[in-house]
């Protein structure tokens, strides 16, 4: 490149455009020693109880040990449950909460469902029990799983599952699809 030389008009006007000039003593960067942001993002906090509706009204009757378990939302049609049972929508994932606490397995319970939710899962499979252990043979989880899976507000239908897969002492439940999959497959 060749010098070119620059009258004085345009040096005025340049000095003019660019304002005030703080020479540089140095021309090392300055790191900053701030630490460096985390690659991960940060987990915000779910409550998952905000997830069941405790104003629906829940049948008083204890099921039994060998009682089987189903419902249906309002507005869904009967033979939902026959596809669940038949196999049509499969099964995407399973929980299992044997040998929890109460309070463990509604947590790990409403986990498991926001997890799903959040993947896509349609159909899942969660094993309560028969609770043959239980006192005065009345199973708690299985009754505690019935009115949890009833108030939550992404559950569209449940029943007991077939004997290879538990019997009554599990469940096939079907989930409302989440919003981000709303624009790929439509609801039964």
């Not at 419902?71 to 026959?82: D, H, I, M, R, S």
């Not at 196999?87 to 399973?94: L, T, Y």
């Not at 252990?133 to 009833?150: E, F, G, M, Y």
Request: charged letters at 25%; aromatic letters at 6%; one cysteine or more.
């Amino acid at each position: 490149m060749t010098n070119k030389k620059i009258n004085k008009q345009d040096q005025d006007l340049f000095r003019l455009a660019i304002g005030d000039v703080t020479e540089i003593k140095s021309d090392k960067p300055h790191l900053n020693t701030n630490k460096k942001p985390s690659t991960r993002p940060r987990s915000q906090q779910v409550d998952y109880q905000e997830h069941l509706n405790r104003s629906i009204s829940l049948d008083s009757d204890t099921l039994g040990l060998g009682d089987p378990l189903s419902f249906v939302a309002p507005g869904l049609q009967k033979n939902v449950l026959k596809k669940i049972r038949n196999g049509f929508f499969g099964i995407d994932a399973e929980s299992d909460l044997h040998g929890l606490s109460r309070t463990q397995a509604q947590q790990q319970l409403l986990r498991f469902l926001h997890l799903s939710n959040q993947n896509g899962w349609r159909c899942v499979c969660i094993i309560h029990g028969k609770g043959y252990r239980s006192t005065d043979n009345q199973p708690i989880l299985k009754n505690s799983v019935n009115q949890w899976l009833r108030q939550h507000r992404d559950v569209l239908a449940f029943c007991s599952a077939k004997p290879a897969d538990g019997g009554t002492g599990a469940v096939y439940v079907l989930l409302k699809l989440s919003n981000k999959y709303d624009d790929q497959e439509p609801t039964e």
